[in-house]
């Protein structure tokens, strides 16, 4: 098992993962990379409609392992019925 860290960046600043997580290998840090970008963005990217988030994964020894992001953004289009010809 390895640790893994966790940075987010989703637009207010860097918030560093000083405690991280212990996982089997690589593979699950990816995992959980994507399940932490996407509960992020349930929980904050819905309100306001529109956003990215960045998650950086830092191995134990400080080498970065791979960068996660996700833009969420929603436009409304205003509905124009089809005209009858």
């Known amino acids: ?30 995992k959980e ?19 990215r988030i960045w998650l950086t994964i830092r191995k134990s020894d400080g080498n970065v392992l791979a960068v996660a992001s996700l833009l969420f953004d929603t436009k409304f289009i205003e509905f124009q019925p089809a005209s009858e010809s």
Do not use: K, Q, W
């Open 1 to 30: 098992m390895s640790r893994y860290y966790f940075d987010l960046d989703n637009g207010d600043g860097r918030t560093r993962d000083d405690e991280g997580v212990e996982l089997p290998d690589n593979a699950g840090a990816i």
């Open 33 to 51: 990379a994507s399940r932490i970008v996407t509960d992020l963005a349930r929980d904050e990217l819905v309100e306001c409609g529109n956003g």
